[in-house]
């Protein structure tokens, strides 16, 4: 596995939109105080041109789009590139986007949702870790909440253990100013699929939105096989993170998900809280987890700070995971390796 260079002080921060820009007003002013909080710490920010547009849910063209990314990796100035948001049509990027780049000039790139698609590509393909971590915009709060904290140090090298955290965003209160904190009004409880009081697991980390993963099953952009192959005697430690998808839905993705052949090698899996928890015939997602991954004699840990609903902890695509639980509480550990 490939680590790039982290983060230097006084570096340049690359800001691209692979999937959609910002357009609207609030969430441009929490994009502009996310510029001015990494300034006043230091950092040069880059904004490529697509971060400021909209039209029908993508920032531009999937060809500018993919354009934007490898100029970001070429350039040499450019050291870490963040997204600046999710959306829903990532993929069509991939197809235009010349991953030898990429490769010649490795550096960390990190998001959630919709970049699902870019950074699993990378990890899978090239051996080169990723950050699923929160989308620059996210960094525009007046208050930095610990999970940004966090995932500066990270993205600088200092790998700190992750511990849960105590509240988390149940309900999201519309913006403003576009500069507020999280609206921290539900305990966090970590859960065990299958009840156990203490859990310890340790492996290759890798996952993303579970929404964009099974869109890639079978397609020339699904190096999964190759890569847990690869990695088969560390033993894979998958994490799901759910935005959209119903309890139905969930069912059959991860029935996909096993019937591909995803699950070969796996010691445990990691699942966020999950933003729907809808469904048509009244299945939980608690069951639906149980349904979709029935037959499978692991670990699973659920209701974890992963993903959409806030706050979140920052994970490193191909990194060694060392995940403890205990009774509701846990924490995550990397080591690159």
């Not at 692979?18 to 710490?41: I, M, W």
């Not at 070429?74 to 030898?100: A, K, N, R």
């Not at 870790?129 to 525009?140: C, E, L, P, R, V």
């Amino acid at each position: 596995m490939k680590y790039p260079k982290f983060l230097m002080d006084y570096a340049t921060i690359g800001v691209s939109a692979p999937s959609d820009g910002v357009t609207d007003s609030v969430k441009l002013n929490r994009l502009d105080h996310a510029n001015l909080k990494f300034s006043e710490l230091g950092y040069t920010i880059l904004e490529t041109e697509s971060v400021r547009k909209s039209e029908k849910g993508v920032s531009n063209d999937a060809k500018t789009r993919a354009r934007e990314i490898e100029y970001l990796f070429e350039d040499s100035t450019v050291q870490s590139i963040i997204c600046v948001g999710g959306g829903d049509f990532l993929l069509e990027m991939l197809s235009q986007l010349d991953t030898d780049k990429i490769k010649k000039n490795p550096k960390w790139i990190q998001g959630y949702s919709d970049p699902t698609g870019l950074l699993y590509l990378i990890t899978t393909k090239l051996d080169i870790a990723t950050i699923y971590g929160d989308n620059f915009k996210s960094f525009g709060m007046e208050k930095w909440h610990l999970s940004l904290q966090n995932n500066l140090e990270i993205l600088k090298g200092n790998l700190v253990k992750q511990n849960n955290f105590d509240f988390y965003e149940k309900e999201s209160l519309d913006y403003e100013s576009g500069l507020e904190g999280y609206h921290l009004d539900t305990p966090v409880l970590w859960k065990s699929l299958s009840n156990h009081s203490k859990v310890l697991l340790k492996g290759r980390l890798i996952g993303g939105c579970l929404d964009l993963l099974v869109s890639l099953i079978g397609t020339r952009f699904d190096y999964t096989k190759d890569f847990i192959e690869r990695y088969k005697n560390d033993g894979i430690i998958w994490y799901f993170d759910n935005c959209e998808l119903t309890s139905e839905d969930v069912i059959r993705a991860l029935w996909q998900l096993k019937e591909a052949g995803w699950f070969q090698y796996t010691k445990g899996i990691l699942f966020g809280r999950s933003m729907t928890n809808s469904s048509y015939y009244d299945i939980s997602f608690e069951d639906a987890l149980r349904r979709g991954l029935n037959g499978l004699d692991i670990d699973v840990l659920w209701d974890l700070d992963i993903g959409h609903v806030k706050p979140s902890l920052t994970l490193i695509n191909g990194a060694i995971v060392s995940v403890e639980y205990e009774n509701g509480a846990g924490s995550i550990e990397f080591s690159l390796q």
